[in-house]
């Protein structure tokens, strides 16, 4: 099947099982918060994050904030999100830069965005679609994961980087359906196509979709 025509069936159906698509980080629409909440989910659960943040913000509720907190305080806080020492590192440059360079607002760009300490491509994204409403992929483990079980990209033997699996996405999927696809990515995964036992019986995409097939003419 053609990976474009694969890209809208997959996008239509996911709208329909998850219409509500929104961010599970519980950051009140504040482009700072979802910035600070998006470092501190490396290497940690969404819910331990959305458990942490809300002393951590009532302790520093602003950019400006947490640019004159001290980094040992801050790691207090995020201790139980792990690597706090570089988590509480990045979290106080990253405040100190948009203080000082960007006027206290989060940049709407990759370019700039990517000048913020513990910034990668991912978080990124994240910001770029949900505070400025543009095209993003949030590659992920469940979207590299399941993009790649499906077909759009890679396979599911070898997925493809982070990066790659961005490009090939975004050459597919219509833009304004990008940022909302990746959220439901991760509710699918966390649903039905779990990492070591997804749920093929069930799914809503099992015709569709790359892995199954192949299952299934092995058997044969």
Known sequence: MDKILLAKQICAR???KYPGAVCSLSY???PWRLLVMGRLSAQCTDERVNIVCPALFERYPD???MAEAEQ???AKYIFSCGLYNSKARDLKAMSVRIVTVYNGKVPDNMEDLLTLS???RKIANLILGDIFGKPAIVADTHCIRISARLGLCGDD???????????ALSAI?????QAALCHRFVMFGRDVCSARSPSCDVCE???ICLKNHLDTNNKE
């Open 14 to 16: 996911l709208s329909q």
């Open 28 to 30: 009140g629409g504040d």
């Open 63 to 65: 950019v400006y904030a």
């Open 72 to 74: 040992d305080e801050i």
């Open 118 to 120: 513990g910034v990668g």
């Open 157 to 167: 033997i070898k997925p493809l980087s982070p990066e790659k699996t961005e490009k």
């Open 173 to 177: 999927v219509e833009p304004g359906e």
């Open 205 to 207: 995409l099992s015709d």
